[in-house]
Protein backbone atom coordinates (compact mmCIF):
# COMPACT_ATOMS: atom_id res chain seq x y z
CA UNK A 1 0.00 0.00 0.00
CA UNK A 2 2.46 2.66 -1.36
CA UNK A 3 0.07 5.57 -2.19
CA UNK A 4 0.28 8.41 0.34
CA UNK A 5 -2.83 9.83 1.31
CA UNK A 6 -3.35 13.45 2.49
CA UNK A 7 -5.10 14.31 5.29
CA UNK A 8 -7.35 17.11 6.77
CA UNK A 9 -8.43 18.14 9.47
CA UNK A 10 -6.71 20.32 12.31
CA UNK A 11 -3.20 19.03 11.69
CA UNK A 12 -3.30 20.55 8.31
CA UNK A 13 -4.45 24.16 9.61
CA UNK A 14 -0.26 25.03 9.86
CA UNK A 15 0.11 28.40 8.63
CA UNK A 16 -3.00 29.69 10.61
CA UNK A 17 -2.02 27.85 13.37
CA UNK A 18 1.41 29.71 13.41
CA UNK A 19 0.06 32.63 12.61
CA UNK A 20 -2.32 33.34 15.77
CA UNK A 21 0.88 31.52 17.73
CA UNK A 22 2.41 34.63 16.72
CA UNK A 23 -0.58 36.83 18.17
CA UNK A 24 -0.62 34.87 21.76
CA UNK A 25 2.71 35.06 21.81
CA UNK A 26 2.27 39.05 22.33
CA UNK A 27 -1.02 38.42 24.84
CA UNK A 28 -3.60 37.54 21.93
CA UNK A 29 -6.39 35.95 24.55
CA UNK A 30 -8.95 35.97 21.26
CA UNK A 31 -6.39 34.50 19.11
CA UNK A 32 -5.85 32.17 22.01
CA UNK A 33 -9.51 31.06 21.83
CA UNK A 34 -9.41 30.44 18.05
CA UNK A 35 -6.00 28.24 19.13
CA UNK A 36 -8.01 26.19 21.86
CA UNK A 37 -10.86 25.45 19.37
CA UNK A 38 -7.83 24.04 16.52
CA UNK A 39 -5.92 21.71 19.13
CA UNK A 40 -7.80 21.30 22.23
CA UNK A 41 -9.76 18.14 21.13
CA UNK A 42 -6.60 16.52 19.86
CA UNK A 43 -4.46 17.34 23.42
CA UNK A 44 -7.38 16.33 25.18
CA UNK A 45 -7.65 13.32 23.01
CA UNK A 46 -4.01 12.46 23.29
CA UNK A 47 -3.53 13.13 27.43
CA UNK A 48 -6.25 11.08 27.73
CA UNK A 49 -5.44 8.02 25.71
CA UNK A 50 -1.79 8.19 27.75
CA UNK A 51 -3.05 8.80 31.07
CA UNK A 52 -6.33 7.23 31.24
CA UNK A 53 -7.50 8.71 33.98
CA UNK A 54 -10.38 11.34 33.04
CA UNK A 55 -10.17 13.80 35.80
CA UNK A 56 -6.20 13.37 35.74
CA UNK A 57 -6.44 13.57 31.91
CA UNK A 58 -8.83 17.06 32.27
CA UNK A 59 -5.73 18.50 34.74
CA UNK A 60 -3.06 17.78 32.50
CA UNK A 61 -4.79 19.27 29.08
CA UNK A 62 -5.38 22.10 31.21
CA UNK A 63 -1.72 22.33 32.06
CA UNK A 64 -0.60 21.77 28.08
CA UNK A 65 -3.48 24.51 27.18
CA UNK A 66 -1.73 26.81 29.65
CA UNK A 67 1.82 26.33 28.91
CA UNK A 68 0.60 27.20 24.87
CA UNK A 69 -0.52 30.49 26.45
CA UNK A 70 2.64 31.05 28.44
CA UNK A 71 5.45 29.92 25.91
CA UNK A 72 3.73 30.52 22.39
CA UNK A 73 6.86 33.24 21.70
CA UNK A 74 8.91 29.82 21.94
CA UNK A 75 7.96 28.39 18.82
CA UNK A 76 10.68 28.24 16.50
CA UNK A 77 8.78 27.76 12.91
CA UNK A 78 12.35 26.07 11.61
CA UNK A 79 11.91 23.22 14.19
CA UNK A 80 8.19 22.09 12.50
CA UNK A 81 4.81 22.90 12.04
CA UNK A 82 2.66 24.55 15.08
CA UNK A 83 0.47 21.91 15.32
CA UNK A 84 3.39 19.65 15.61
CA UNK A 85 5.17 21.97 18.39
CA UNK A 86 1.87 21.47 20.31
CA UNK A 87 1.42 17.74 20.53
CA UNK A 88 4.87 16.85 21.23
CA UNK A 89 4.27 19.54 24.09
CA UNK A 90 1.11 17.63 25.15
CA UNK A 91 2.44 14.07 24.48
CA UNK A 92 5.56 15.23 26.80
CA UNK A 93 3.28 15.90 29.76
CA UNK A 94 1.52 13.34 29.72
CA UNK A 95 4.70 10.90 29.33
CA UNK A 96 6.02 12.82 32.48
CA UNK A 97 2.89 11.90 34.20
CA UNK A 98 2.32 8.98 33.43
CA UNK A 99 5.96 8.38 35.19
CA UNK A 100 5.83 10.14 37.72
CA UNK A 101 2.69 8.15 39.17
CA UNK A 102 4.87 5.20 37.83
CA UNK A 103 6.76 3.84 41.30
CA UNK A 104 3.39 3.80 42.76
CA UNK A 105 1.29 1.81 40.56
CA UNK A 106 4.18 -0.18 38.51
CA UNK A 107 2.31 -3.56 39.26
CA UNK A 108 -1.39 -2.45 37.66
CA UNK A 109 0.32 -0.86 35.24
CA UNK A 110 1.99 -3.22 33.73
CA UNK A 111 -1.21 -5.49 34.33
CA UNK A 112 -3.18 -2.79 32.34
CA UNK A 113 -0.39 -2.62 29.45
CA UNK A 114 -0.80 -6.26 29.09
CA UNK A 115 -4.16 -5.64 27.63
CA UNK A 116 -2.65 -3.80 25.02
CA UNK A 117 -6.28 -2.20 24.12
CA UNK A 118 -5.97 -0.20 20.65
CA UNK A 119 -6.11 3.24 22.25
CA UNK A 120 -7.99 4.48 19.37
CA UNK A 121 -10.42 2.17 20.13
CA UNK A 122 -11.41 3.68 23.33
CA UNK A 123 -12.14 7.49 22.75
CA UNK A 124 -15.49 9.02 21.38
CA UNK A 125 -15.83 9.28 17.60
CA UNK A 126 -15.58 13.39 16.44
CA UNK A 127 -17.14 13.89 12.82
CA UNK A 128 -14.62 16.08 11.90
CA UNK A 129 -11.17 13.27 13.10
CA UNK A 130 -12.84 10.43 11.71
CA UNK A 131 -11.69 10.21 8.24
CA UNK A 132 -8.18 10.94 9.81
CA UNK A 133 -8.46 8.37 12.07
CA UNK A 134 -9.78 6.20 9.27
CA UNK A 135 -6.51 6.89 7.54
CA UNK A 136 -4.44 6.48 10.48
CA UNK A 137 -5.46 3.01 11.20
CA UNK A 138 -5.10 2.18 7.97
CA UNK A 139 -1.37 2.64 7.94
CA UNK A 140 -1.18 1.18 11.31
CA UNK A 141 -2.68 -1.65 9.78
CA UNK A 142 -0.03 -1.89 6.91
CA UNK A 143 3.42 -1.64 9.78
CA UNK A 144 4.47 -5.27 10.74
CA UNK A 145 2.96 -6.31 14.20
CA UNK A 146 6.33 -5.75 15.83
CA UNK A 147 6.09 -2.08 14.63
CA UNK A 148 2.31 -1.39 15.16
CA UNK A 149 3.14 -2.55 19.13
CA UNK A 150 6.16 -0.94 19.93
CA UNK A 151 5.01 2.70 17.95
CA UNK A 152 1.70 2.04 19.91
CA UNK A 153 3.09 1.16 23.22
CA UNK A 154 5.68 4.14 23.43
CA UNK A 155 3.34 6.67 21.80
CA UNK A 156 -0.04 6.02 23.34
CA UNK A 157 1.53 4.58 26.26
CA UNK A 158 4.44 6.46 27.29
CA UNK A 159 6.82 3.71 27.91
CA UNK A 160 10.05 3.83 27.40
CA UNK A 161 11.76 1.33 24.65
CA UNK A 162 13.58 -0.74 27.46
CA UNK A 163 9.81 -0.97 28.74
CA UNK A 164 8.49 -1.87 25.24
CA UNK A 165 11.22 -4.30 24.93
CA UNK A 166 10.72 -5.81 28.53
CA UNK A 167 6.96 -5.92 27.70
CA UNK A 168 7.53 -7.55 24.36
CA UNK A 169 10.25 -9.96 25.03
CA UNK A 170 12.39 -8.80 22.33
CA UNK A 171 16.09 -6.99 22.06
CA UNK A 172 16.85 -3.50 23.05
CA UNK A 173 18.18 -2.36 19.62
CA UNK A 174 15.47 -4.41 17.87
CA UNK A 175 12.64 -1.81 19.55
CA UNK A 176 15.00 1.38 18.75
CA UNK A 177 14.93 0.43 15.30
CA UNK A 178 11.28 -0.70 14.76
CA UNK A 179 10.16 2.36 16.60
CA UNK A 180 11.98 4.25 13.82
CA UNK A 181 11.66 2.49 10.77
CA UNK A 182 7.71 1.52 11.55
CA UNK A 183 7.13 5.79 12.78
CA UNK A 184 9.20 5.95 8.72
CA UNK A 185 6.62 3.90 7.40
CA UNK A 186 4.19 6.05 8.74
CA UNK A 187 4.95 8.99 7.69
CA UNK A 188 5.49 7.51 4.08
CA UNK A 189 1.84 5.70 4.26
CA UNK A 190 -0.05 9.54 5.96
CA UNK A 191 2.54 11.53 3.16
CA UNK A 192 3.62 13.78 6.43
CA UNK A 193 6.02 16.68 5.16
CA UNK A 194 8.10 18.10 7.75
CA UNK B 1 27.18 5.14 22.63
CA UNK B 2 28.61 5.90 18.69
CA UNK B 3 27.28 8.41 16.27
CA UNK B 4 25.76 5.12 13.73
CA UNK B 5 23.47 4.46 16.80
CA UNK B 6 22.58 7.54 17.56
CA UNK B 7 21.05 8.06 14.15
CA UNK B 8 18.76 5.22 15.25
CA UNK B 9 17.27 7.01 17.97
CA UNK B 10 15.06 9.67 15.98
CA UNK B 11 12.04 7.34 16.21
CA UNK B 12 12.09 6.66 20.02
CA UNK B 13 13.27 10.37 20.76
CA UNK B 14 10.11 11.80 18.88
CA UNK B 15 8.05 9.03 20.50
CA UNK B 16 9.72 10.06 24.44
CA UNK B 17 10.69 6.79 24.64
CA UNK B 18 14.20 7.30 26.02
CA UNK B 19 15.14 7.75 29.28
CA UNK B 20 16.99 11.16 30.71
CA UNK B 21 20.18 10.49 29.59
CA UNK B 22 20.17 9.53 26.28
CA UNK B 23 17.44 11.91 25.27
CA UNK B 24 20.00 14.25 26.77
CA UNK B 25 22.91 12.89 24.59
CA UNK B 26 20.43 12.72 21.17
CA UNK B 27 19.61 16.45 22.02
CA UNK B 28 23.43 17.28 22.22
CA UNK B 29 23.92 15.00 18.74
CA UNK B 30 21.08 16.79 16.76
CA UNK B 31 22.23 20.06 16.28
CA UNK B 32 25.39 19.12 14.13
CA UNK B 33 23.64 16.26 12.25
CA UNK B 34 21.85 18.23 9.77
CA UNK B 35 19.72 14.59 8.55
CA UNK B 36 19.01 13.64 11.98
CA UNK B 37 17.10 16.75 12.55
CA UNK B 38 15.37 16.48 9.27
CA UNK B 39 13.79 12.91 9.99
CA UNK B 40 13.01 14.14 13.39
CA UNK B 41 11.07 17.20 12.32
CA UNK B 42 9.26 15.01 10.07
CA UNK B 43 8.56 11.95 12.66
CA UNK B 44 7.13 14.17 15.19
CA UNK B 45 4.87 15.35 12.33
CA UNK B 46 4.22 12.12 11.90
CA UNK B 47 2.94 11.21 15.57
CA UNK B 48 0.79 14.46 15.64
CA UNK B 49 -1.16 12.20 12.91
CA UNK B 50 -1.12 9.70 16.12
CA UNK B 51 -2.39 12.44 17.91
CA UNK B 52 -4.52 14.00 15.43
CA UNK B 53 -6.35 10.58 15.36
CA UNK B 54 -7.89 10.10 18.89
CA UNK B 55 -8.81 13.46 19.16
CA UNK B 56 -12.44 14.20 21.17
CA UNK B 57 -14.62 16.89 21.73
CA UNK B 58 -13.35 18.25 24.54
CA UNK B 59 -15.92 19.33 27.43
CA UNK B 60 -16.97 23.60 27.12
CA UNK B 61 -15.78 23.24 30.83
CA UNK B 62 -12.44 22.74 30.12
CA UNK B 63 -12.49 25.45 27.77
CA UNK B 64 -14.22 27.95 30.04
CA UNK B 65 -11.35 27.05 33.00
CA UNK B 66 -8.54 27.50 30.47
CA UNK B 67 -10.09 31.10 29.47
CA UNK B 68 -10.57 32.09 33.06
CA UNK B 69 -6.25 31.29 33.91
CA UNK B 70 -5.25 32.92 30.33
CA UNK B 71 -6.58 35.86 31.56
CA UNK B 72 -4.45 35.79 35.11
CA UNK B 73 -1.56 34.00 33.95
CA UNK B 74 1.99 35.53 32.53
CA UNK B 75 3.57 35.11 29.09
CA UNK B 76 7.30 34.26 29.07
CA UNK B 77 9.30 36.34 26.35
CA UNK B 78 11.13 34.33 23.42
CA UNK B 79 13.85 32.00 24.37
CA UNK B 80 17.13 33.87 25.37
CA UNK B 81 19.77 31.23 25.45
CA UNK B 82 20.93 30.10 28.15
CA UNK B 83 18.67 32.04 30.37
CA UNK B 84 14.99 31.40 31.68
CA UNK B 85 13.30 34.21 32.37
CA UNK B 86 9.30 34.37 34.55
CA UNK B 87 6.47 36.94 32.82
CA UNK B 88 6.80 40.76 32.97
CA UNK B 89 4.83 42.46 35.34
CA UNK B 90 2.91 45.82 33.40
CA UNK B 91 1.89 45.21 30.40
CA UNK B 92 4.41 48.22 28.92
CA UNK B 93 7.54 47.29 30.75
CA UNK B 94 7.17 43.31 29.64
CA UNK B 95 6.81 44.67 25.88
CA UNK B 96 10.29 46.61 26.38
CA UNK B 97 11.78 43.52 28.05
CA UNK B 98 10.63 41.72 24.76
CA UNK B 99 12.15 44.21 22.35
CA UNK B 100 15.41 43.27 24.80
CA UNK B 101 15.23 39.86 24.95
CA UNK B 102 14.77 39.69 21.28
CA UNK B 103 17.45 41.56 20.34
CA UNK B 104 19.66 39.87 22.88
CA UNK B 105 18.97 36.55 20.89
CA UNK B 106 19.28 38.22 17.60
CA UNK B 107 22.60 39.77 18.50
CA UNK B 108 23.48 36.02 20.10
CA UNK B 109 23.45 34.89 16.13
CA UNK B 110 25.25 38.17 15.22
CA UNK B 111 28.24 37.83 17.34
CA UNK B 112 30.24 40.63 16.56
CA UNK B 113 27.39 43.57 16.63
CA UNK B 114 26.16 42.29 20.11
CA UNK B 115 26.79 44.58 22.50
CA UNK B 116 25.77 47.98 19.78
CA UNK B 117 22.45 46.17 19.10
CA UNK B 118 22.00 45.39 22.20
CA UNK B 119 22.45 49.60 23.22
CA UNK B 120 20.64 49.90 20.09
CA UNK B 121 17.59 48.25 21.49
CA UNK B 122 17.80 50.05 24.57
CA UNK B 123 18.00 53.49 22.38
CA UNK B 124 15.16 52.07 20.25
CA UNK B 125 13.11 51.21 24.24
CA UNK B 126 14.01 54.86 24.94
CA UNK B 127 12.64 56.60 21.35
CA UNK B 128 10.13 54.16 21.48
CA UNK B 129 8.85 54.55 24.82
CA UNK B 130 8.01 58.62 23.73
CA UNK B 131 5.06 57.39 21.84
CA UNK B 132 3.27 54.58 22.90
CA UNK B 133 1.99 53.19 20.22
CA UNK B 134 5.09 53.42 18.32
CA UNK B 135 6.45 51.62 20.62
CA UNK B 136 3.95 48.50 20.66
CA UNK B 137 4.42 48.17 16.84
CA UNK B 138 8.15 47.97 17.49
CA UNK B 139 8.27 45.63 19.97
CA UNK B 140 6.01 43.08 18.55
CA UNK B 141 8.40 42.98 15.50
CA UNK B 142 11.60 42.51 17.77
CA UNK B 143 9.72 40.26 19.98
CA UNK B 144 8.05 37.98 16.81
CA UNK B 145 9.14 34.48 17.26
CA UNK B 146 10.77 34.61 13.97
CA UNK B 147 12.31 38.04 13.87
CA UNK B 148 15.86 37.96 12.06
CA UNK B 149 18.19 40.61 12.26
CA UNK B 150 20.97 41.86 9.71
CA UNK B 151 23.44 44.73 10.39
CA UNK B 152 25.41 46.75 8.75
CA UNK B 153 27.44 49.94 8.22
CA UNK B 154 26.74 53.03 5.79
CA UNK B 155 28.05 56.27 5.86
CA UNK B 156 30.51 58.13 7.69
CA UNK B 157 30.52 55.54 10.64
CA UNK B 158 26.47 55.59 11.07
CA UNK B 159 25.31 51.93 11.15
CA UNK B 160 21.86 50.31 10.38
CA UNK B 161 20.00 47.06 11.69
CA UNK B 162 16.68 45.98 9.76
CA UNK B 163 14.61 43.42 11.96
CA UNK B 164 12.03 41.31 9.71
CA UNK B 165 9.19 39.05 10.77
CA UNK B 166 7.93 36.91 8.44
CA UNK B 167 4.94 36.11 10.33
CA UNK B 168 3.98 39.32 10.82
CA UNK B 169 4.67 40.51 7.37
CA UNK B 170 6.87 43.49 8.72
CA UNK B 171 10.07 45.00 8.97
CA UNK B 172 11.86 47.67 11.17
CA UNK B 173 14.98 49.80 11.06
CA UNK B 174 16.71 50.59 13.13
CA UNK B 175 19.93 53.58 13.12
CA UNK B 176 22.60 54.79 14.91
CA UNK B 177 25.32 57.28 14.10
CA UNK B 178 23.18 59.05 11.59
CA UNK B 179 23.04 63.08 11.52
CA UNK B 180 19.83 64.96 11.59
CA UNK B 181 19.06 65.80 7.99
CA UNK B 182 19.68 68.84 6.42
CA UNK B 183 17.46 71.51 6.62
CA UNK B 184 14.20 70.96 4.99
CA UNK B 185 15.35 67.21 4.45
CA UNK B 186 13.78 63.87 6.01
CA UNK B 187 14.91 60.33 5.55
CA UNK B 188 12.40 57.92 4.41
CA UNK B 189 12.93 54.36 4.11
CA UNK B 190 12.09 51.96 1.08
CA UNK B 191 11.38 48.73 0.74
CA UNK B 192 13.41 47.45 -2.64
CA UNK B 193 10.67 45.39 -4.72
CA UNK B 194 12.38 43.69 -7.34
CA UNK B 195 13.70 46.23 -9.59
CA UNK B 196 11.76 49.27 -7.94
CA UNK B 197 11.82 51.08 -4.74
CA UNK B 198 8.38 51.45 -2.84
CA UNK B 199 7.85 53.93 0.03
CA UNK B 200 8.41 52.72 3.46
CA UNK B 201 7.47 56.09 5.27
CA UNK B 202 10.12 58.50 6.74
CA UNK B 203 11.96 58.13 9.90
CA UNK B 204 12.58 60.69 12.48
CA UNK B 205 16.07 60.88 14.12
CA UNK B 206 16.79 62.48 17.04
CA UNK B 207 19.68 62.27 19.03
CA UNK B 208 21.27 60.24 16.14
CA UNK B 209 18.89 57.67 16.85
CA UNK B 210 16.26 56.30 14.85
CA UNK B 211 13.88 53.47 15.02
CA UNK B 212 10.80 52.59 13.24
CA UNK B 213 8.49 50.03 11.64
CA UNK B 214 8.56 49.96 8.09
CA UNK B 215 5.28 50.94 6.66
CA UNK B 216 3.61 48.40 4.62
CA UNK B 217 3.85 44.55 3.96
CA UNK B 218 6.89 42.97 3.10
CA UNK B 219 5.67 41.39 0.43
CA UNK B 220 8.15 40.22 -2.09
CA UNK B 221 10.72 43.02 -0.46
CA UNK B 222 14.61 41.83 -1.00
CA UNK B 223 16.39 44.70 0.60
CA UNK B 224 15.21 47.91 2.20
CA UNK B 225 17.34 51.25 1.78
CA UNK B 226 17.74 54.71 2.85
CA UNK B 227 17.31 57.75 1.40
CA UNK B 228 17.29 61.67 1.79
CA UNK B 229 14.25 63.11 0.53
CA UNK B 230 12.61 66.72 0.51
CA UNK B 231 10.42 67.84 3.76
CA UNK B 232 7.20 65.51 2.97
CA UNK B 233 8.92 62.38 1.47
CA UNK B 234 8.80 61.68 -2.17
CA UNK B 235 7.39 59.02 -4.33
CA UNK B 236 10.70 57.84 -5.74
CA UNK B 237 14.02 57.96 -4.13
CA UNK B 238 15.28 61.34 -5.53
CA UNK B 239 19.08 60.34 -4.31
CA UNK B 240 21.91 57.39 -4.11
CA UNK B 241 21.15 55.75 -1.13
CA UNK B 242 23.05 56.05 1.89
CA UNK B 243 22.35 52.31 2.55
CA UNK B 244 20.53 49.50 1.10
CA UNK B 245 20.84 46.30 3.16
CA UNK B 246 19.41 43.07 2.14
CA UNK B 247 16.70 41.47 3.80
CA UNK B 248 17.40 38.23 6.13
CA UNK B 249 15.71 35.22 4.37
Known sequence: MKAAVHIGGPASAGPDLQELLGLVARGDQNAFSQVYDAVGGSVLGLVRTVLRDPAQSEEVAQEVLLEIWRSAARYQPSRGSAMTWILTLAHRRAVDRVRSAQAATDRERRAALLERTPAYDEVTEQVDARLEREQVRRCLRALTELQHESVTLAYYRGLTYREVAELLSVPLGTVKTRLRDGLIRLRDCLGVCA | ?249
Open chain 2, 1 to 249: MNTGDLHLLTGAYVLHALPPGEHADFERHLPGCPSCSEEVRELAATTGKLASAVAVVPPPVLKQRVMARVAAERQAPPVVPRQSRRGGTRRGRALSRFALAASVAAAATFGSVALWQYQEARDARDAAQRTEGRAADLASVLAAPDAKAVSGGFAKGATGTVVVSRTLDKAAFLASGLPNPPEGKVYQLWFADGGSMRSAGLMDVSGTTGAAVMEGPLDGASGIGITVEPAGGSAQPTSDPLALMTLPA
